[in-house]
Structure formats: structure tokens, C-alpha cells
């Protein structure tokens, strides 16, 4: 009974819950405006732990880096969108505050992603029938 008075703690007590960062995003750390984001999130989240079966918690904590990371890049996206991506100051123009701290969560994320090596996979194992048979084949030829 997470949230309700007297039940479980304080109300918004993240002690003991499993995915803890999950209710931080969907409670405290993102406006309403921008709770858009939270699906578009989790389907990140899902599809990089689906490339990589039997995560450690060392690559769980990664992919929820990158999926921090990639939360952070959209939403300076999206307020570039909104409020403009060049600001024009004293004849001249430069890039909104916010853009000019793209390219850092951007390389967090790069980073992440090499660091889990989602280019590595293992080779499907076959079934030790067929590989027998497979090599005996191979020796007749």
C-alpha cells in the first residue's frame, strides 16, 4: 500500500520498493506537462533489456543511465521546440542554454550504450544432436 498514510511510511517512502527510480519519475521529478514522456521511457528501458537477456544489476543500472539520458535530450528538445533553439542577443545569435547541454547527455548516452556492448551477441545455441550431426557431415565431405 505505497503512498497511503500510515500503510507503508510517509507518503511518497521509496524505501524497499523495487524499481525506485520508476516512481521518482512518475511522481516527483517531472512536471505534468512533460509526463509524456514517461511511456516513450519505458519503452526504451524495455527494448535495450530485451537485447540483453539475464541482466546484471551492473547493466540494469546502465540502461536506466541511458534511459535517463535520453529523457533529459528530449525534454531540452522539446523545450527548444517550444521556446526557440537560437536566441538572438545583441545583433548576434547563439543556441538556447538548454541546447548547449545536449551534446553532454547525448555522449552520457553514447557512452552507456557502448559501455552495455548491445553490438555483442551470443550465438544461438543449437540443440547437441544437430551439432554432432552437423560435424559429422562436415568430417564425410
Known sequence: MAGLKGRSGPVGNLNASRHPWRSFWKRRALR????????????????????????????????????????AS????????????????NGSWDLSPGSKELAKFLSIERASLQTLGLGRRAKPIQDLAKQIQAERQADGE
Request: glycine share 8%; aromatic share 6%; hydrophobic share 45%.
Open 32 to 71: 505534468p506537462e512533460d509526463k509524456w514522456i514517461l511511456p516513450t521511457l519505458e519503452g526504451y528501458a524495455s527494448g535495450l533489456a530485451s537485447d540483453k537477456p539475464g541482466l546484471s544489476e551492473a547493466e540494469a543500472r546502465l540502461i536506466e543511465i541511458a534511459q535517463i539520458s535520453r529523457g
Open 74 to 89: 528530449m525534454l531540452i528538445l522539446a523545450e527548444a521546440a517550444r521556446s526557440g533553439f537560437i536566441q538572438k542577443e
